[in-house]
């Protein structure tokens, strides 16, 4: 069974643009959810999405955004992006919803640099 | 929303001793507790997870243990080994999010 995919898994953007994320769960699992990840501030929720609605959200600018498509895929964006919007970003997926179900199954991530 | 608090934030240990990691949550909703290691350039792992029905769990050499009334959990590491190295986040649920710890990162010294 393929684990989480995300892609890409490095760039490097300037100040300003956007920038988009993509994960792919488990089959199967229906819920993905967001993470950004900085050093000394460990994992930060983004969003969950389960069913193709976002069913929570944590304390992001709106310029953090993302979607869910009818297959699981998920995607997140950032526009306008700050340079302390460098970091590694996770996604997981679940069963169900995270919250519910219990153990996250975590892609590798997507690091991003914002020169 | 859900506050969670990590201690300590870096933990050094000879091997074979005991290493404990303490967490404090704000929401008294909260009823799942996992514990997630993420070794160096890995993706986190959950390692351990108690219910809020249950003081104890153990497997092998980890444990966690809960106090509702405190609203603190703690994982503890018995005998620990070179491997155990990583970066260890808890998280707690109240069913309609999870949040998660700053992390602690553990060193465990040959």
């Known amino acids: 069974k393929a684990g989480v995919t995300q892609t890409p898994r490095y760039l490097i953007k300037t100040r300003g643009q956007q920038v988009t994320l993509s994960c792919s769960p488990i089959?199967?699992?229906?819920?993905v959810s967001w993470y950004q990840q900085t050093p000394g501030q460990g994992l930060q929720f983004l969003f969950e999405?389960?069913?193709?609605?976002?069913?929570n959200k944590g304390n992001f600018p709106g310029r953090f955004s993302g979607r869910q498509f009818s297959n699981s895929r998920s995607e997140m964006n950032v526009s306008t992006l700050e340079l302390g919007d460098s970091a590694l970003y996770l996604c997981a997926s679940s069963l169900g919803l995270g919250s519910l179900t219990g153990e996250l199954f975590f892609g590798e991530g997507s690091r991003l640099t914002v020169l | 929303g859900e506050n969670v608090e990590q201690h300590p934030s870096t933990l050094s240990v000879q091997e074979g001793d005991s290493a404990v990691i303490k967490c404090t949550y704000s929401d008294s909703a909260s009823n799942y507790f996992p514990w997630y290691k993420q070794e160096l350039g890995k993706r986190p792992q959950l390692i351990i997870d108690?219910?809020?029905?249950?003081g104890e769990k153990k497997d092998q050499r980890i444990a966690v243990t809960l106090n509702k009334t405190a609203k603190h959990f703690s994982l503890h590491i018995t005998e620990t080994q070179p491997e155990d190295s990583a970066v260890y986040f808890c998280?707690?649920?109240?069913?309609?999010?999870?949040?998660f710890g700053a992390g602690t990162r553990l060193t465990v010294k040959p």
């Open positions: 108690i219910r809020s029905n249950v």
């Open positions: 998280a707690a649920s109240n069913n309609n999010d999870m949040r």
């Open positions: 999405y389960f069913s193709e609605t976002q069913r």
């Open positions: 089959s199967g699992h229906r819920s």
